[in-house]
């Protein structure tokens, strides 16, 4: 995500570190380049002229202090016109009302019922309540078979009453919802190849019946700038409350995310990051360009672990670290909490000053790691537990048990026992930093 463009400003800016102070020509220089890159990463040419218009007015403006270094402060105003451009603020759902009604809308093929069951997902998980989803796709072939079927993946009732009518049965699933003490009610509407005037008026009437908190357009980034026509005609007649960019981990430039709000005064909400169904965030603005600009997000590195990582279990293998008594099983429950974070290539792009460390562009092979878990799983408990007994016989066990070779299994003891030393020496503050 963002990956080209970011590089590109990363670089530019890079260049105006070095100068001793803004004038117009270097200015003029950065500017240039700026300028190309947001434009080859399709963002709208109106919003690209009043950004770098915005940017150099305030940075000849400024009065630099003696203790700040003007690259820096270039910098800093191009972050601070970044996270206005992506929308300011945060905004956040509205979830009030018992239940809270959630209304998700878009043409067909833009991502809308995988999102909803990942929204939902996101809720249950974020607020510890009990969402209910709503299947009002009547017309696309197998829609509600797809909504029942991530519900069940997902552990989510799916409320439907097949074929009837969507503004009724949108009615009735909010009523059902009273009734069985559901805290969200996320209703997937139609889609359509395009806006007609039959999907509109449908979405509308749902609309009116059930007035929603929250009425959400899924949009594929992938669209480009004709997302930012999707957006607009159906704010035009179906007043949105948000924006959710799906397939933003794709083959896509990321233009759309910089002109949406610019352009069209609705927000991005939310983000689909993965084709997981934990693969959606919350957007948010300084955070989104603390990243594109190469600063990290340690925060939603932070955020991620929280979510994902036992903190009971992470106390225990701590311990054990300290203690000098972390084994392959310690090993082994380490790595299915990592699992949970999603890919860590992606995480490490989280951690700031990835690039200058060469991290941002870390490939790290799932199946690897699967056949690291794979050995770990063929060995007994005893041998996991001490690792020290599996001699030759044994390593060709695990290495027949796991699909490996006994060089494989090799290595991992190898790198495990080298692990252990390193742990020993930290614990005992002798480890000697490379600096």
């Known amino acids: 995500m963002f990956e080209s463009l970011g590089e590109r400003l990363q670089n530019a800016l890079h260049k105006i570190k070095g100068y001793g102070k803004i004038t117009e020509d270097n200015i003029s220089d950065m500017m240039r380049e700026i300028r190309l890159a947001l434009l080859e990463a399709d963002v709208n040419y109106k919003v690209v002229k009043e950004f770098t218009n915005s940017v150099k007015e305030k940075a000849l403006g400024e009065e630099v202090a003696s203790s700040i270094h003007p690259g820096d402060l270039f910098v800093k105003i191009v972050k601070d016109e970044l996270t206005e451009l992506l929308g300011g603020e945060t905004e956040e759902l509205n979830l009030k009302g018992n239940p809270a009604i959630l209304m998700l809308v878009g043409l067909q093929g833009s991502g809308k019922t995988t999102t909803i069951a990942k929204l939902s997902n996101f809720l249950r998980k974020k607020h510890h309540k009990n969402p209910l989803l709503v299947a009002c796709d009547v017309y696309r072939p197998a829609a509600i078979d797809q909504l029942k079927q991530l519900g069940k993946q997902l552990g989510i009732e799916v409320y439907d009453e097949g074929k009837n009518d969507p503004v009724e049965?949108?009615?009735?699933?909010?009523?059902?919802?009273?009734?069985?003490?559901?805290?969200?009610?996320?209703?997937?509407?139609?889609?359509?190849?395009?806006?007609?005037?039959?999907?509109?008026?449908?979405?509308?009437?749902?609309?009116?019946?059930?007035?929603?908190?929250?009425?959400?357009?899924?949009?594929?980034?992938?669209?480009?700038?004709?997302?930012?026509?999707?957006?607009?005609?159906?704010?035009?007649?179906?007043?949105?409350?948000?924006?959710?960019?799906?397939?933003?981990?794709?083959?896509?430039?990321?233009?759309?995310?910089?002109?949406?709000?610019?352009?069209?005064?609705?927000?991005?909400?939310?983000?689909?990051?993965?084709?997981?169904?934990?693969?959606?965030?919350?957007?948010?603005?300084?955070?989104?360009?603390?990243?594109?600009?190469?600063?990290?997000?340690?925060?939603?590195?932070?955020?991620?672990?929280?979510?994902?990582?036992?903190?009971?279990?992470?106390?225990?293998?701590?311990?054990?670290?300290?203690?000098?008594?972390?084994?392959?099983?310690?090993?082994?429950?380490?790595?299915?909490?990592?699992?949970?974070?999603?890919?860590?290539?992606?995480?490490?792009?989280?951690?700031?000053?990835?690039?200058?460390?060469?991290?941002?562009?870390?490939?790290?092979?799932?199946?690897?790691?699967?056949?690291?878990?794979?050995?770990v799983l063929s060995m007994t408990p005893k041998e996991r537990r001490n690792p020290d007994i599996i001699k030759a016989s044994r390593k060709s066990r695990i290495a027949a048990g796991s699909g490996t070779s006994v060089q494989e299994v090799n290595r991992l003891l190898q790198q495990f026992d080298q692990m252990k030393k390193m742990m020993k020496q930290m614990s005992n503050g002798n480890m000697k930093l490379p600096f």
């Open 169 to 375: 049965i949108a009615l009735h699933a909010v009523e059902y919802a009273k009734d069985n003490h559901f805290d969200y009610v996320l209703i997937d509407t139609a889609g359509r190849l395009h806006i007609d005037e039959e999907l509109m008026n449908e979405l509308d009437q749902i609309q009116k019946k059930v007035s929603p908190n929250e009425t959400l357009l899924v949009i594929d980034a992938m669209m480009g700038q004709d997302a930012i026509n999707v957006i607009t005609g159906f704010h035009d007649q179906l007043p949105l409350t948000g924006v959710i960019l799906t397939k933003l981990d794709g083959d896509t430039r990321g233009g759309v995310a910089l002109s949406v709000r610019h352009l069209t005064h609705v927000p991005i909400k939310f983000i689909g990051t993965s084709e997981k169904l934990d693969g959606l965030d919350s957007f948010e603005p300084e955070r989104m360009a603390g990243r594109i600009l190469g600063m990290g997000d340690i925060v939603s590195l932070v955020e991620k672990a929280t979510e994902a990582i036992d903190e009971k279990e992470a106390e225990k293998t701590a311990k054990r670290m300290q203690q000098g008594k972390f084994d392959l099983e310690d090993f082994l429950s380490t790595m299915k909490q990592m699992k949970k974070l999603g890919p860590l290539e992606n995480l490490i792009k989280l951690i700031p000053g990835a690039k200058k460390m060469g991290l941002n562009n870390v490939k790290i092979d799932p199946k690897q790691m699967s056949r690291v878990e794979a050995i």
